[in-house]
């Protein structure tokens, strides 16, 4: 497969890189951003808010800020969600719950336990009518859902965001996956041909390891922390860093993503 393609919205919410500035300040070496946090989402209500879990939290914080980025409202796109291990803070609770006492599990946090509750509060909050998806590549989630995407933007005219997410782990639950920062990017991607792109790129099918430029020591430990953050070298080519990204991936093809001409 090869597609060109624009993007037009981009948005980052973990500790330290709030958003697309601080991305943008960690990337010419300023560093992180001392105590720097999302703002609430404005798409949920209070009461949605405090009954919303955490990879709801997480995933909208960087989604709203590629949507009003693109200049869309966030009902405007289809939209890719993906995450290797969905919310873990409930996953926890579910487990412990269980074991020690059943009787007393919640029924808006079990409610809240399956894979798609992020994208099922992003389809209530934005309004969405158009497809909404939930996806989960475990490790190689970043990729699937870049896969994903290009695969809904190649089928149709119509924007397409994509949102890669992963909470850090709870409980006996960071054995398996021992994150220390949750992380979460989004992408608003178009066909080719937009008048005023934030990038213009080309995606290409791999088998090649992955690779990109030197990013500053901060960014490089967080794509090791987290598997959701393997987005963060794309989202630097994405800011003007490098020319190619290599986006691999151990359970079917990567992507070489490149810079096209405008």
């Known amino acids: 497969m090869s597609l060109r393609f624009d993007v037009i919205g981009a948005g980052i919410a973990t500790s330290g890189l709030p958003d697309w500035p601080a991305l943008q300040a960690a990337l010419d070496g300023r560093g992180l951003a001392e105590d720097g946090k999302s703002p609430p989402s404005a798409l949920l209500s209070p009461r949605e808010r405090r009954r919303a879990p955490r990879a709801a939290k997480l995933s909208f914080a960087a989604a709203e800020q590629a949507c009003a980025m ?3 409202k966030p009902a405007e796109p289809v939209a890719v969600f993906s995450s290797g291990m969905g919310d873990l803070d409930i996953t926890d ?3 412990r719950t269980l074991k020690e006492h059943p009787e007393l599990l919640s029924p808006t946090r079990f409610h809240n336990s399956v ?6 509060y992003w389809s209530i909050g934005a309004g969405a009518t158009g497809d909404v998806t939930a996806i989960s590549g475990w490790r190689d989630s970043a990729t699937a859902g870049l896969l994903e995407a290009l695969a809904r933007l190649n089928d149709a ?7 890669v997410y992963d909470d850090l782990a709870q409980g006996p639950m960071r054995s398996l996956w021992p ?4 992380f979460s990017g989004a992408l608003v991607l178009t066909r080719a041909g937009h008048s005023k792109p934030l990038a213009r790129l080309t995606a290409d099918t791999s088998n ?3 690779q990109h430029d030197a990013l500053p020591d901060e960014l490089t430990a967080r794509i ?4 959701a953050a393997r987005l963060l070298p794309l989202l630097a080519l994405i800011a003007g860093k490098g ?3 290599t986006l691999a991936s151990e359970q079917g093809p990567g992507l070489r993503i490149s810079r096209a001409e405008t």
């Open 157 to 163: 005219d119509h924007p397409v965001l994509l949102v």
């Open 115 to 120: 894979h798609n509750a992020a994208s099922g």
């Open 179 to 182: 994150t220390e920062h949750a």
């Open 208 to 210: 090649a390891p992955e």
């Open 224 to 227: 090791a922390d987290n598997p």
């Open 93 to 95: 609770y579910m487990c």
């Open 243 to 245: 020319a190619q990204v």
């Open 70 to 72: 693109a200049g869309l």
